[in-house]
């Protein structure tokens, strides 16, 4: 995924109550069903300089602990679409024959 699509569909910021609230959206896997759930990884004083929210958001995107790096598509993926380290489930469906 692109990081525009990755900040879009698993990076949420929500202002709430003079706090601007940074949470990132974790895959878990149980059972066959993928399932999602919010994470909170920051909090910032509202009116704080987006460029430094944006900081925040990129070192998020570079945390191996929520996105992996494939090195056959070479596309950022959440960690919970990695099979391993390096390889996401897409690429080791498609090329490896592993079955989900
Ligand atoms: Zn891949």
New binding site residues.
């Given amino acids: 995924m692109t990081p525009d699509e990755l900040k879009r569909d698993f990076i949420q910021q929500v202002a709430e109550s003079g706090w601007l609230r940074l949470s990132v959206r974790l895959i878990i896997w149980s059972g066959q069903e993928p399932q999602s759930r919010w994470q909170l990884v920051g909090v910032f004083p509202t009116g704080i300089d987006t460029e430094e929210v944006q900081e925040a958001i990129n070192a998020i995107l570079h945390d191996p602990r929520y996105f992996g790096v494939?090195t056959?598509?070479n596309?950022r993926?959440p960690s919970g679409w990695m099979i391993s380290d390096d390889?996401?489930q897409?690429?080791a469906s498609q090329h490896h024959q592993v079955l989900f």
């Fill in positions: 494939c056959e598509c596309e993926q390889l996401c897409s690429c």
